[in-house]
């Protein structure tokens, strides 16, 4: 008998992971900038693995009046100044990302999406305060749940820091790439899905 198709609308309780990047002037989601954003949305294959699919990047502009910590440029190596940035509106970023992460939901014929991020509450914070300051009403993520990859790396690999659980997962890492947006979304995307794959494998060994 062939087996029954997966879908990923089953794996998470009609929940589609979407995992999120932040960067910021600080970590006050009130008063510091976003200066990057960086989204993932996870897909499933035939076989119900689980697989990073599309990406989403945007650099962006602070918002007027927006408080910026000149330690967390040195952190980062952002310059918000830089014309070649080619930044965007905040509102726009995320208009632009909730509309694609809704058009994903409905496709995957999910009710909702989930965040999936490293210390996702910070994330969250951040999403959900842009979101009001832009009067964005349509959010696509749950309110408060979320998939964190601190505690699933904890569970799998006892690594806390994404450097060193992508180390664990024999996931290749560039800390001269990292704290940028995009790559440390790619990276958290690599780890969940290695995760989530990895204990799907334990549970066909022992079903």
């Known amino acids: 008998m062939q087996a029954r198709k997966k879908f990923i609308v ?94 994903a939901v409905r496709e995957t014929g999910c009710q909702r999406a989930i965040m999936v991020a490293h210390n996702a509450s910070f994330d969250l914070s951040f999403i959900s305060a842009v979101a009001e300051r832009c009067n964005l009403k349509r959010n696509p993520f749950h309110p408060f749940s979320t998939l964190d990859t601190v505690s699933l790396s904890a569970l799998a690999y006892g690594q806390t820091v994404l450097a060193r659980a992508c180390e664990s997962a024999d996931i290749t890492f560039d800390n001269d790439q990292a704290h940028s947006a995009l790559y440390d979304c790619d990276k958290t995307a690599e780890i969940f899905c290695r995760i989530v794959n990895r204990w799907q494998d334990l549970e066909e060994c022992f079903s």
Do not use: W
Not at 46 to 69: K, M, S, Y
């Open 10 to 103: 089953d794996r998470f309780r009609g929940f589609l992971p979407v995992v999120i990047d932040l960067e910021t002037g600080g970590f006050n989601p009130k008063t510091d900038a976003l200066l990057e954003l960086a989204t993932i949305v996870i897909e499933m294959d035939d076989t119900g693995l689980l697989v990073p699919g599309e990406r989403i990047f945007f650099n962006v502009h602070p918002f007027e009046g927006a408080n910026i910590e000149q330690s967390s440029l040195d952190f980062t190596g952002i310059d918000p100044s830089n014309p070649l940035r080619s930044a965007v509106s905040e509102k726009d970023a995320l208009t632009e990302t909730f509309r694609t992460i809704r058009a």
